[in-house]
């Protein structure tokens, strides 16, 4: 015969048991449940994408005191490379003459419009809106590799790594940095270098090469890009 009252007791420690377990289970549940939660309202960290290496062209393609155009880091961005027939020190290739620079105006950021002279136009008397500005830099750099944009007349020197001559640009030129694969001549773009000063104490200037970055976040990088010619 069954003991009721040890049968009771087997029941209330079954009881305990499941209501232990159920704790215990609901407990857990809890944790994974707060640290979902936790997860999904923790700030997205959006991550910062490498600079695309693309190949521009081969240095057997690169003209001497040619200019031309590419997109570079994504589509929207226009760039410019030069040969500047003159040996710089950030310059690559064989004569270390081989420069490139984003095309947009470190003033007002002008973009993608900054002028460039056609070789017969580079006239200093052709380019009438400069003459309101003194000095006149096309007079007083008849040879250099300058760049100009045209919304106020900001004058970059493309031989000094974009360094501004002259108008209100606070900040010189974003360079292209390139690499020069002396094995097959081949010339790649493999990221951006933040602008400089153009006076000490300009702030407006970011050194933080991430900033740049950021600029591709969301967008299609480019994997290849065609030069064109200009002049
Ligand atoms: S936007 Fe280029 S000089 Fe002002």
């Not at 003159?86 to 095309?103: E, N, R």
């Not at 002279?117 to 580079?122: G, S, V, Y």
Request: charged share 25%; aromatic share 8%; net charge negative.
């Amino acid at each position: 015969m069954s003991d009721p009252e040890h049968g009771e007791k087997e029941v209330s420690t079954d009881r305990r048991t499941i209501l232990k377990l159920i704790t215990s289970l609901s407990f857990i549940l809890g944790i994974g449940g707060v640290a979902s939660l936790i997860k999904s309202i923790s700030p997205v960290v959006l991550e910062i994408p490498e600079w695309p290496r693309v190949k521009l062209a081969n240095i057997s393609q690169i003209k001497p005191n040619t200019w031309y155009l590419f997109s570079y880091p994504t589509k929207d961005i226009p760039c410019l490379l030069v040969k500047t027939g003159k040996s710089l020190p950030s310059g690559v290739g064989p004569d270390k003459d081989i420069v490139a620079y984003v095309m947009i105006c470190q003033h007002a950021r002008y973009y993608g419009t900054i002028y460039i002279p056609p070789k017969e136009k580079r006239n200093p008397e052709e380019l009438t809106y400069l003459k309101t500005v003194p000095p006149n830099i096309l007079e007083l750099y008849p040879d250099k590799n300058l760049l100009y944009c045209p919304a106020h007349a900001g004058i970059y020197d493309l031989e000094k790594d974009g360094e501004v001559l002259a108008g209100p640009p606070f900040c010189s030129l974003c360079k292209v940095s390139l690499e020069y694969e002396e094995a097959s001549g081949d010339i790649y773009a493999v990221g951006l270098a933040p602008p400089a000063p153009a006076v000490p104490g300009v702030t407006q200037c970011s050194s933080d090469p991430n900033e740049l970055k950021r600029i591709m976040l969301g967008k299609k990088l480019v994997s290849e890009t065609l030069l064109e010619e200009k002049i």
